[in-house]
């Protein structure tokens, strides 16, 4: 049962090709002149194995709601050419009233697309291009949709002067040309999912990726140091952040492994400058064992894990929740720390500030579990909130004798001499260790230092910021999800709310240290719960299980990647369950 | 008080009041009071000094400190130094291991601490064996030492760390040997001194789990050359050595890497605008 | 790399001529199959219909050969004129956005080298019999030259933008 | 509450000194002869700091049944000098009726001792080694322990003849007559924990570590390959393995780091050979990602973790139950694997060989959870059956044409082509694949391959291996513990069971996969379950929690180490919940 | 049918049928091509060769070739193969690595590698780029290369692999040019034939990342003297090289490493008899 989402004012294109076709730039430009149109929207790529010149898919959705998910169908797909489009079949899903526009050049379309029962309609892309001097197919593809679906025409002009800034005059002439070009041939062609013309809006828009977003996040958070070794798809973080921080005063360094950049940062914020890395799940399992260090010395760190698909080197390019485990989980010995996650683009930024905001207020290590959707994703999004926390590493600025490193505090939380400090030298410590910090195999110093650092994560108040709580809070079925699944999990409970069904929606962003108390509250009233995820083995809901005192009865919907959750998947998943 | 006492005391200074668990007779006591020795020399207010070690029993050198210390994992020690460092130009940053914390477990950040070239000073205690482990061979123990772990020796070449330190760009390449304190004091204040990355090994017996090494005694020599800066005369000598030359081997002139810092930070909301639409 | 090829004997030809025919074709293959999985369907064409004509080429030479017992070579013993087999179109050189007039610029410097190469051993002088066959090898060669000459001339050079992807590579592993 | 365990025949017995005093050889000593002597026993090492020379404890406990946990108290502490005492004072319980021997040569035993109210006698045990030539006065402490336990003279002359075997002649007269000069001494004492004498024993007994055992079972397993790095407390495994592969025909190799290790031993694997590592915490931290290679790649292997005090270095020389997490859900992805755990020193023989069994059985990484207690105490046992399992690797002898290395079987176990068989070429792949093992990011393969793995461990044929289900198998209260916990456990039962409570027990040697059916079967009728583990966060508790479904409410009793679980501990924990 | 025609033939049997994701001009394809012109020169059974990668471009090379391969995870590749050999001596174990790959994240097993002297050869596709990950510098790149990751280039100096092979142990060190097809086939056969761990670098332009790299054709140059086994002389003139010198440069005479296997095995049940009482 997917239900269509036409009310929302919406419409999800896709524009193929291959070979330096040139469809990821088209997309780009299309959300870009979509922005200043005044519409929400989310671009997502997706290609094959090639480095280089391999077949790549745009998928893009428009919306004048904010758009968190892919939508069920896409509503438009014009196939630049359909070379090896198989692949992408089932990334496309397709509907009978789908309009796709094929190229006569590139001869019939295949019949993975005809078997769909889409409406095909020819266009002569490439001709069209031809016919204007240094045309390209691409960019009449660009005109041809940004036509069908409403877009005006100075606000494509404007995308593509901002993205062909540099590329001369006359390049940006012929795109324009041949961008009208297809603009014009738009009039001809019946298509029922024109966007409304925006009426304006009050709220300062961005045009941010996940991954773009959690580094401004952690620049916002006070990040001044970050070590990394490159991978996908953390390798943006880190590409925007070494632009990034070298503006706001601090620095990025490539590290030779991720043994070397977890190290790197834990020295840095020794020293008392707030640090991060980012990776993905194979960086992040050769961090644990430092981590852990993080987590017995007390030194704050930040780390990242864009999650790909697993296990091993696994699937790099797509999206999974699989490493929620080894984030939990992943460290030897009883090593309390925070994991949170964002629950959506715009929420990398909040998130990530809050992580640093957490790591350096408990002193402890904050991993925050991101993903390649997330990461990836480019969205158009409501400009986030500087929530500017009061950030505050506890520190000793003068110390007399007998400075105890790791003193018993209340809360758990002792203050820390960085060095340069007179009188705080101290040796950090990863064997078990007196309040002193020296090495200690006794009973007392060992449950000591075991309470202290689960009390300090454990007593912190995280305020309404463990979780958004949303949709129909007084419902008593509830839908439990985390990460990049709550975007479509969210559309797929709006659906049903518009055909008579309430449900509450708890999402959590403080995954550990568990908040079983909270968790309880929110499901006050509740009298089932289901638990929605992107992994293959339920591991959110088995932790969920574990950790928290779940008042009522819970389910569980799990799959693994690499497809992206739809809406109509998740409306027919919890319709079912709701009616069982 | 005469000077020499002020200096002596002022060695001491740099001793916390933690009492070393080595074994009595290890090298690696020499070691320390070489290096509260070199600091003293230089002036260096404690709290300007840190100390970073992995695991072993050399690596236990932080808290007999009392400087700053870090007494991380084992093999990273390097590395951690590093991003100190990087985050803090001002502190003198000093890092301590052994030959198994150093070259083994720890190789790559060796490789790439060298090449980095980052002004730190790092001093490996070489005792050819895993002392803190019960005695399992290092990379630089010698092929035929019999041990539980590899009955009859691992049958492997011994690792030269000095020509690696040169082969992978340290700018500063000693060695020195426990049982000369005031010369081990006195390269550890050039290594200090020396900008850029500094690799001073320093021969420290065991004497638990290799007795034989009270010999290295009568071993060691000064190196009959003076040190030079002639990489490829450098490598030709380092890779003939028989590792019992003492003394600086290799001064490099390379700039130390530092992370670049802009002179007009901009605040975060600045950079925010390349999102506005 | 040697200037004079020293060829001495019609199997030594025949072995250089085999192998650099073989290689030229399994070259072509595999740049039509490169290109096909970068999408480049009309480049991977015309390399698949040149890799067909050098095996016709590959038919001849082993006609020629016929009971004739060839030496064994290793790679390194050949004595071409250059790095590889003459006139293996060079690998290096291809892009993912060639052009058809990339493509048969690459095979007219192949077709040419191979050329020189017969050419080399008509210069080197020796045995006639080998003079003979290199002669007939220089022929044919020779039109080959002149034919992907003509299918050249068919295909203007592109402007200077040819390889300008406005996408960006993409991450991988 | 802590029962006396007197009416077991049954003694404990420390033994302190420091600076070469030589308490870890009497200790040895005296194991082996009450091994002689048809007693069973157990002995434990603790010391100081120090690497040579530092205040030891020898820890003895003899009885005439098995033994799998220290006594609640020592009945006879004997010290060579009191250095340092105060740090083995937690170790040392001792009660009113404990008998302490006191050198006068030391001046009067510290108030830790005399605040226990023991009755302290003093021996000159320094005066009377002085009076025997080259006599030392461990070995006349030994002597008076024999004498006061009730050990036969000749057992103890056997011991010191095969321990100081090579030492020469005169060696061992001096140490001999040192000994038998405390014997002579015990006369006159009053001691009423004299062992029986034994009445002869049907089944052989051996006298043997937890290191050792792992190191035997792994070899009776089949391993022929072992690499690894040395960490306390795994590394005499590997002293062990190195001259007992020797001797079978196999080989280790010391790697430059446990990244090096496990990918030796998975390629080992791959070549057709039963590989097996061995480590603690960190190595095993460092350890993960490539464990993910070897699950997805499907190589088997066996890592042995000998589990120490955690967080970070931790405390290494003590035993704690806290690598559970990181052992289940340490591999980033989802990456079924195998998760095993002896539940005794003796069960470390068996577990070890089970888990090559598996490994091999399944092509998948077992991981084997031991710990310091375990590893490193040495034991009287009787003689471990060898199940001599039919390990069989499923391989291809002639490969026909595409042979599909994951090819999906039924079951999930595809037959392995072991380099060197003809046509079976393929690449072993740690990226997401088809069934020949080329990369594919589709979504069928992926979830095919997640299937697989899943399956092929899930579906496997346990048996009744799982667990050991003893004790009072029909009693409603149950009691469900792991690992080195189970000793204590199963003692702190029978004394209850004395005073006529009874529970059952449930000890699950297979950790992972989850096994919810066994364990509900196993609990089937009972109405409440306590778990007992030795960890700060209650690891297993959780797991159980998460992954079972547990049919009755469940109670945790956690705590860290360094202490190890006593009995009487145990019973007082046991006895309160039943009664509550 | 005549020896050659199974010659030229023989070298495209040890092609596998997947096509590689590579960007067509990669040097990696000719360096798939030299590996198979090298088996088939040794005539190499290929169900006898194994093949073992890290990740990377260049690491994808197993799937391509018609021998046993294992593709592994970054950086661990010479370790794989280390166990792989030392269990199975009778096979010919290649090792596939990137520059990236084998001396970034892999260096320390690269030493080690080196040190451990196992009868390996290890064929390092050198582009200096991470290509796999689009575009960051690697260990050899150049200290000015502008990139997103380190803007206006790392200013680091650039890594020696072959000194540091030298200096660590291998037997056999050389470099060759993927725009050299033939020699570099010729050097893979010797590095085969060589026993001991055998390193051949290979200069294999990214042209992709590093377009400018299809002017190294311009660079390379045949090594002016002669390889040799003189350890001394082999540093100084590798200390030295400035990296586009191809050809053989070294060749030891180090015993490769192996583990002892005993003559005559006994049964496990026979070591259990030191447990009995
Ligand atoms: C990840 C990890 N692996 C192994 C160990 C065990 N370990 C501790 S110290 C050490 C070797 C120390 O040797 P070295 O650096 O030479 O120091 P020494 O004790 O000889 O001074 C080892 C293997 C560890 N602590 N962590
Ligand atoms: C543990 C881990 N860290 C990072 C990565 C991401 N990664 C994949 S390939 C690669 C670099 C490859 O560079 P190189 O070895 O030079 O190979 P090339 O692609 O240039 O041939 C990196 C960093 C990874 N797969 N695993
Ligand atoms: S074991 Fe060796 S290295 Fe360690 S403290 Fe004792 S003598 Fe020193
Ligand atoms: S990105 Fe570079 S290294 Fe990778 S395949 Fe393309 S050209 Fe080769
Ligand atoms: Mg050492
Ligand atoms: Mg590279």
Redesign the interface.
Known sequence: MSEDSAEFGNVSIALTG?????????GAMLLDAAARAGCYGMFVRS??????????AALIRLSMQPVEAQDDVFHLLVGL?W??IERFAVELPLAANSLVIADPANGPPPEVIIETGARIVEVPLKDMAKAVP?G?P?MVALGLIAGLTGLPEETLQAALAKVLEGKGEKALQASLAAALAGLATSAGLEFDRRLPAATGHEKSRWQISGNQAAGLGAIRGGVRFVAAYPI??A??ILEWLAAGLAKVGGALVQAEDELASINMIIGASYGGTPALTATSGPGLALMTESIGLAVASEVPIVVIDVMRGGPS?GI??KSEQSDLNIALFGLHGDAPHIVVAPASIGDCVFTANWAVHLAESLQVPALVLSDQFLGQSRAIIDQPADLAFATQRLTVETVGDGYRRYALAAGGVSPMAIPGTPGGQYTAEGLEHTPRGMPSSQVTDHVAQLDKRRDKILGFDYGDHWAQITEDVDSDLAIITWGSTAGPVREALNRLRAGGRTFRLIVPRLLAPASPQRMAAALRGVKRALVIEQSHSAQFFHYLRGYFDLPCPADSYHRPGPLPFRPGELVEQIANWSAA | MNTQTVSASAARAYKSDVKPVWCPGCGDFTVLSAITKAFAELGLPPEQVAVVSGIGCSSRIPAYLNTYGFHGVHGRATALATGLKLARPDLTVVVASGDGDGFSIGGNHFLHACRRNVDLTYIVMDNRVYGMTKGQPSPTTEPDWDNALTPGGTGLRAFNPLVIALASGANFIARGFSGDPVGTARLIVEAIETPGFSFVEVLSPCVTFRPDQRDWRNAVRPAPVQPTGDIGAAARRLMTDDGFNLGVLYVGSRTPYQTHRTAAPVSPSEIEQQFAV | MTENPGIASVADL??HA??ME??AH?RYL??A?????????EVATLFRKLAQIEQLHVRKI?DR?GA?????????E?R?LD??APEAA?????????TPHHALSLALRAEQRALDFYSSVLEGGGNSSVQELARELAVEEREHVELVKTWLAKYPEP?ADWA??????????
């Open positions: 291959s070979g330096g076709a040139g469809v990821i730039t088209a290609s094959g194995p090639q480095i280089r010149g391999g077949e790549a050419d070379h090896n240094n390209r691409n996908t798809p390798t943006e080197t790099p390019t | 025949l072995a085999h192998a073989s290689e399994e595999d740049l199959e490169q290109l096909e999985l970068h999408r480049n369907v082993l050969v004739l017992e060839l030496p064994h070579l290793s790679p390194w050949y071409w790095d590889e060079s690998i290096g050189e291809a892009h993912y956005m060639m402007g300008e992807d406005p996408d960006p590579p993409v991450y991988q592993e």
